[in-house]
């Protein structure tokens, strides 16, 4: 047994140690076991820091000695993909899981400084979840030795090489961490009714909902740019069980709002944070263990459907096992918990009057209403991914589904916003036209272009609703300008990421062509010659090139006059095509080599060519960009030094 193996297996004695005076810190017969239990945090939060960066050591030396690192790095692999081969695969990423869950833990001990049964129990049943992960790490151990050392490791997936691998999977590993520390918390809350649990939905939900939506982001524009990945968002399994969570941890910060301002949502709240963790077991249950298929899997597979691959990986996997045990547990401690909680509560429960139409529409209707539609998306995504295990199902089904929510969602957040500015019969004039429009134009078009139809009045309503929002805080000074601010920007975010889907999705192109060198043919809006063919074989690989011109149809201008290029291994025939991509303001044009006929006998040889176009695709990642920022804005004029230093600023 190694170093790096020791380390592992003392993790689950120290967190045993670490429960049981945690627990005893409960019943506070003795102050010395809180400093005990502070010190066995740290020293678990030190074995966790020298694992990672024992190992990362190990990656950046590439010491074929271990399995894992054999299996994920190679010795001509530069420098970051060394590193990112430390979570290429399960037993790297859980390390990070399990690291930034003890960080988190021993953060929040440090930010929530009061003497509460609340802190005590968030941070027990935090170990209780990290001992949880110890143990499916100890069967999936990264210093797990190889019989014979190999001269080379097999290094990353093709597709794998790629900057967004550094950065991509820590930040999701790292938000997961955060999530853990949520669960535990709202089943705390649960059992204290400590309202100061309102203080550790802000800290860790918040940086965990930036830390999905960033790699939500990157992931998208990731698969965008690596061809065969369906574009930035294809409702793929591994994609569509990411957005889950971020689905869940959206309504519970939305949740949150309402329980500071109104104390409601008791249940909810905790209830929302508890299942964005099960969604998050869930996630990497399927995912990591190759339960459904998808482009973004690199596990091989058992052959058969989902219930087959199911049961092999249960029988043969110990550590998916693991997974899904916790998943199964979590979520009926969860049910049963919260079930309980309601029927204590039941009696309490305010009702709302509904006498008027001012009352129906009231403040805290439509927040309630907001809260319920977002859900309804949650679940009705979650049921199309579960039907999508047993078959392939198009975008389109999902798109279908999932708009006559979205656009629920988008009438309620008008006549919210909208309230303080304009009569409630006006608005609700509005928000029926803009329906009526985008049902009429939905049945009457044709193809995927009826999204951008029914996008389009409720573009304006959101749009506008925000900017007036956003205009009456305008004259206030820096700070109550930015705290209100932050929050539309990134509604603003989210409207414009809807927007540029719509465009991207209901009137983007594709057509492939095959062409003859020296000929031209027509390519949707555009006019494509194939000028020239080139091969370059360096006896390695061959490099294909295809020099093309690209004339738009109705000014006559040439768009693109470049080469285009895909190369072929000698040895394993294994092709990889480069993506040429033209950004422009208004769209992104695609274009990819597919395939090359060599000329013989006299004849010309020949390619085939996709070329798509792809409008609106800006205002994907602009919205994006706002969304996080306007998190962030709410962040920082929450945070104390930010608050201090904007007021001296607007002084």
């Given at each position: 047994?190694?170093?790096?193996?020791?380390?592992?297996y003392?993790?689950?004695l120290l967190?045993?140690?670490?429960?049981?005076?945690g627990y005893?810190?409960?019943?506070?017969?003795?102050?010395?076991?809180?400093?005990k239990?502070d010190?066995?945090?740290?020293?678990?939060?030190?074995n966790?820091t020298?694992?990672?960066?024992?190992?990362?050591y190990?990656?950046?030396?590439?010491?074929?000695?271990?399995?894992?690192?054999s299996?994920y790095s190679?010795?001509?692999?530069?420098?970051?993909?060394?590193?990112?081969?430390?979570?290429?695969?399960?037993?790297?990423?859980?390390?990070?899981?399990?690291?930034?869950?003890?960080?988190?833990?021993?953060?929040?001990?440090?930010?929530?400084?009061?003497?509460?049964?609340?802190?005590?129990?968030?941070?027990?049943?935090?170990?209780?979840?990290?001992f949880?992960?110890?143990?499916?790490?100890?069967?999936?151990?990264?210093?797990?030795?190889?019989?014979?050392?190999?001269?080379?490791?097999?290094?990353?997936?093709?597709?794998?090489?790629?900057?967004?691998?550094?950065?991509?999977?820590p930040?999701?590993?790292?938000?997961?961490?955060?999530?853990?520390?949520?669960?535990?918390?709202?089943?705390?809350?649960?059992?204290?009714?400590?309202k100061n649990?309102?203080?550790?939905?802000?800290?860790?939900?918040?940086?965990?909902?930036?830390?999905?939506?960033?790699?939500?982001?990157?992931?998208g524009?990731?698969?965008?740019?690596?061809?065969?990945?369906?574009?930035?968002?294809?409702?793929?399994?591994?994609?569509?069980?990411?957005?889950?969570?971020w689905?869940?941890?959206?309504?519970?910060?939305?949740?949150?709002?309402?329980?500071?301002r109104?104390?409601d949502?008791?249940i909810?709240?905790?209830?929302?944070?508890?299942?964005?963790?099960?969604?998050?077991?869930?996630?990497?249950?399927?995912?990591?263990?190759?339960?459904?298929?998808?482009?973004?899997?690199?596990?091989?597979?058992d052959?058969?459907?989902?219930?087959?691959r199911?049961?092999?990986?249960?029988?043969n996997?110990?550590?998916?096992?693991g997974?899904?045990?916790?998943?199964?547990?979590?979520?009926?401690?969860?049910?049963t918990?919260?079930?309980?909680?309601?029927?204590?509560?039941?009696?309490?429960?305010?009702k709302n009057?509904?006498?008027?139409?001012?009352?129906?529409?009231?403040?805290?209707?439509?927040f309630?209403?907001?809260?319920y539609?977002?859900?309804?998306?949650l679940?009705?995504?979650?049921?199309?991914?579960?039907?999508?295990?047993?078959?392939?199902?198009?975008?389109?089904?999902?798109?279908?589904?999932?708009?006559?929510?979205?656009?629920?969602?988008?009438?309620?957040?008008?006549?919210?916003?909208?309230?303080?500015?304009?009569?409630?019969?006006?608005?609700?004039?509005?928000?029926?036209?803009?329906?009526?429009?985008?049902?009429?134009?939905?049945?009457l078009?044709?193809?995927?272009?009826?999204?951008?139809g029914?996008?389009?009045?409720?573009?304006?309503?959101?749009?506008?609703?925000i900017?007036?929002?956003?205009l009456?805080?305008?004259?206030?000074?820096?700070?109550?300008?930015l705290?209100?601010?932050?929050?539309?920007t990134?509604?603003?975010?989210?409207?414009?990421?809807?927007?540029?889907?719509?465009?991207?999705?209901?009137?983007?192109?594709e057509?492939?062509?095959?062409?003859k060198?020296?000929?031209e043919?027509?390519a949707?809006?555009?006019?494509?010659?194939?000028?020239?063919?080139s091969?370059?074989?360096?006896g390695?690989?061959?490099?294909?090139k295809?020099?093309?011109?690209?004339?738009?149809?109705?000014?006559?201008?040439?768009?693109?006059?470049?080469?285009?290029s895909?190369?072929?291994?000698s040895v394993?025939?294994?092709e990889?095509?480069?993506?040429?991509?033209?950004?422009?303001i208004?769209?992104?044009?695609?274009?990819?080599?597919?395939?090359?006929?060599?000329?013989?006998?006299?004849n010309q040889?020949?390619?085939?060519?996709?070329?798509?176009?792809?409008?609106?695709?800006?205002?994907?990642?602009?919205?994006?960009?706002?969304?996080?920022?306007?998190?962030?804005?709410?962040?920082?004029t929450?945070w104390k030094?930010?608050?201090d230093?904007?007021i001296?600023l607007?002084?």
């Amino acid at each position: 047994m190694n170093f790096g193996e020791i380390l592992i297996y003392l993790n689950p004695l120290l967190i045993i140690s670490a429960i049981y005076f945690g627990y005893q810190n409960l019943s506070k017969v003795n102050k010395k076991t809180d400093n005990k239990y502070d010190s066995l945090l740290y020293i678990i939060l030190g074995n966790h820091t020298f694992l990672l960066l024992l190992l990362s050591y190990y990656f950046l030396t590439t010491n074929l000695r271990f399995e894992y690192i054999s299996d994920y790095s190679a010795k001509d692999h530069s420098i970051g993909y060394k590193l990112a081969g430390v979570w290429a695969g399960r037993d790297g990423t859980l390390l990070i899981w399990s690291w930034a869950t003890i960080l988190a833990i021993v953060l929040e001990r440090f930010f929530d400084k009061k003497d509460s049964k609340q802190r005590e129990l968030t941070s027990l049943f935090g170990m209780i979840l990290l001992f949880s992960l110890a143990i499916i790490q100890l069967y999936i151990n990264p210093f797990s030795l190889n019989e014979n050392t190999p001269d080379d490791g097999k290094g990353l997936n093709p597709l794998l090489l790629s900057p967004y691998m550094i950065i991509h999977p820590p930040i999701v590993f790292v938000s997961y961490g955060m999530i853990v520390l949520l669960y535990a918390s709202g089943i705390s809350f649960l059992i204290t009714e400590d309202k100061n649990w309102n203080n550790t939905i802000q800290r860790w939900g918040r940086s965990s909902w930036i830390g999905m939506s960033l790699a939500l982001i990157i992931g998208g524009f990731w698969a965008y740019v690596t061809l065969g990945w369906g574009g930035y968002w294809a409702w793929d399994p591994v994609e569509t069980a990411g957005l889950l969570p971020w689905f869940s941890m959206t309504t519970l910060l939305h949740t949150s709002v309402m329980s500071r301002r109104k104390k409601d949502y008791y249940i909810l709240g905790p209830l929302l944070a508890m299942l964005t963790f099960v969604l998050v077991l869930l996630e990497s249950f399927v995912t990591r263990g190759g339960i459904w298929s998808s482009v973004h899997s690199f596990i091989v597979e058992d052959t058969g459907g989902t219930w087959s691959r199911l049961s092999y990986v249960l029988e043969n996997d110990i550590s998916v096992r693991g997974f899904f045990i916790m998943m199964i547990l979590t979520l009926i401690i969860t049910l049963t918990i919260v079930v309980k909680k309601y029927k204590e509560k039941d009696n309490d429960v305010k009702k709302n009057e509904y006498n008027t139409l001012d009352n129906f529409f009231s403040e805290e209707n439509t927040f309630f209403a907001a809260i319920y539609t977002q859900l309804l998306i949650l679940t009705v995504t979650l049921v199309l991914l579960l039907v999508r295990a047993n078959g392939y199902l198009a975008p389109e089904v999902f798109d279908l589904r999932l708009a006559p929510f979205v656009i629920i969602l988008a009438g309620i957040f008008t006549i919210h916003t909208l309230r303080p500015f304009m009569e409630l019969q006006k608005i609700l004039v509005i928000v029926t036209l803009c329906g009526l429009f985008s049902l009429i134009y939905a049945l009457l078009s044709e193809g995927k272009a009826w999204m951008v139809g029914a996008m389009i009045p409720w573009a304006f309503a959101c749009g506008y609703s925000i900017i007036k929002y956003m205009l009456k805080y305008r004259t206030k000074k820096l700070l109550p300008m930015l705290k209100a601010w932050g929050p539309y920007t990134a509604h603003l975010g989210i409207m414009l990421i809807l927007i540029g889907y719509c465009f991207s999705y209901g009137l983007g192109t594709e057509n492939s062509i095959t062409l003859k060198e020296g000929e031209e043919k027509l390519a949707g809006n555009f006019i494509l010659e194939l000028t020239d063919i080139s091969m370059d074989n360096t006896g390695t690989e061959v490099e294909v090139k295809a020099e093309i011109l690209l004339t738009d149809r109705e000014t006559e201008k040439v768009v693109i006059d470049d080469k285009i290029s895909k190369t072929v291994q000698s040895v394993t025939n294994q092709e990889t095509t480069e993506i040429y991509l033209k950004h422009e303001i208004h769209r992104d044009l695609y274009i990819t080599l597919n395939s090359v006929t060599p000329g013989t006998d006299g004849n010309q040889s020949s390619a085939t060519i996709t070329v798509r176009e792809i409008p609106g695709i800006f205002l994907v990642w602009i919205g994006a960009f706002l969304t996080i920022l306007g998190m962030i804005t709410t962040m920082f004029t929450e945070w104390k030094p930010g608050k201090d230093w904007l007021i001296k600023l607007s002084n």
